[in-house]
C-alpha cells in the first residue's frame, strides 16, 4: 500500500483500522485489544474500520478520531497537512501528539517491534509531519 498521510499525520497505511489493513474479524479484535492496552480505548471490535480522514465517505464515525479538530482546521486554512502549517505545531496538534509521547515513554523497551510498528508508529504524528516538513524545499520556517 502506498504512503498515506492523514491531515494530523497518522500513517493511515500503517494503522490497523485502516480499510485496507482491517480485512477481518480477527484484525478488528486484535486492534481493539492493542488500543485497549496502549491509547485506553474501550471499541466493539465491530466498530472498527476506517476510511481515513482523506476521504469524502467517512465510516469510521465511531471511532475516536470522528470528533477530531485538525481536518476541518488543516482544510479552512487550505493545506494537506500541518505540516504544511506556519502555525505548526500548533495547540491542537501537540494534543494529539502528547498521547502518542507519552505512551511511547510509557512503553519503550516493554513491548515488541511487532506492537509498537502496529499500534504506536501509525500515529507518531510529529516524527511524520517532521520529515513532512523537512523534505520540503520552500521550507516553512
Not at 8 to 19: E, S, T, V
Not at 46 to 57: A, H, P, R, V
Request: some cysteine; glycine content about 6%; hydrophobic content about 30%.
Amino acid at each position: 500500500m502506498a504512503e498515506i498521510i492523514s491531515r494530523c499525520g497518522f500513517r493511515c497505511d500503517q494503522c490497523p483500522a485502516f480499510k485496507g489493513n482491517n480485512n477481518t474479524p480477527a484484525d478488528q479484535i486484535k486492534t481493539a485489544a492493542g488500543w485497549s492496552r496502549f491509547f485506553g480505548l474501550k471499541m466493539s471490535p465491530d466498530k472498527i474500520i476506517c476510511n481515513g480522514c482523506l476521504s469524502n465517505e467517512c465510516v469510521g464515525h465511531d471511532l475516536p478520531d470522528s470528533e477530531c479538530p485538525i481536518k476541518p482546521c488543516v482544510l479552512e486554512r487550505g493545506m494537506n497537512t500541518c505540516a504544511d502549517c506556519f502555525d505548526y505545531p500548533c495547540e491542537k496538534l501537540m494534543e494529539r501528539i502528547r498521547g502518542v509521547d507519552e505512551v511511547i515513554s510509557k512503553f519503550k523497551g516493554k513491548i515488541s517491534q511487532e506492537e509498537y510498528d502496529t499500534f504506536i508508529a501509525p500515529y507518531d504524528s510529529r516524527k511524520t509531519l517532521d520529515e513532512i516538513r523537512d523534505r520540503r524545499v520552500d521550507r516553512i520556517d
